[in-house]
Nanobody, 131 residues
Framework: QLQLVESGGGLVQPGGSLRLSCVAS????????VGWFRRAPGKEREGVSC???????????WYADSVKGRFTVSRDDASNTVYLEMNNLKPEDTGVYYC?????????????????????WGQGTSVTVSS
């Protein structure tokens, strides 16, 4: 069964850090681009970051302007895991974070357009940034 499972969310104070994990099972993640998305309360889903596939593309990363310099996406294809390191968190980073995948570079471009059309989605992990 093909699935993605996120973990690592929680409650953190402004300026704090969290690391989210997205573990894939049932497929070789190296051939898939993996995007991170979030849905804030009352807002539409937005793409946050993406790690392009490495086995059939160049493994580059993309970040939304709102998180550049604060978030870092990385991948460990050997363990079928993609991470999102989030530093200097702000209250506006609050939301449910999802990872999603699409084959090869396709997912890289879909991630920058809100993720519509991604093939597999995780169940989400909640991040709350509040004092």
């Amino acid at each position: 069964q093909l699935q993605l499972v996120e973990s690592g969310g929680g409650l953190v104070q402004p300026g704090g850090s969290l690391r989210l994990s997205c573990v894939a099972s049932g497929f070789n993640l190296g051939y898939w681009s993996v995007g991170w998305f979030r849905r804030a309360p009352g807002k539409e889903r937005e793409g946050v970051s993406c790690a392009r596939s490495t086995a059939n593309s160049d493994g580059t990363s993309w970040y939304a302007d709102s998180v550049k310099g604060r978030f870092t996406v990385s991948r460990d294809d050997a363990s079928n895991t993609v991470y999102l390191e989030m530093n200097n968190l702000k209250p506006e980073d609050t939301g449910v974070y999802y990872c999603a995948s699409a084959f090869a570079a396709r997912g890289f471009y879909l991630s920058q357009a809100g993720g519509y059309g991604m093939d597999y989605w995780g169940q989400g992990t909640s991040v709350t940034v509040s004092s």
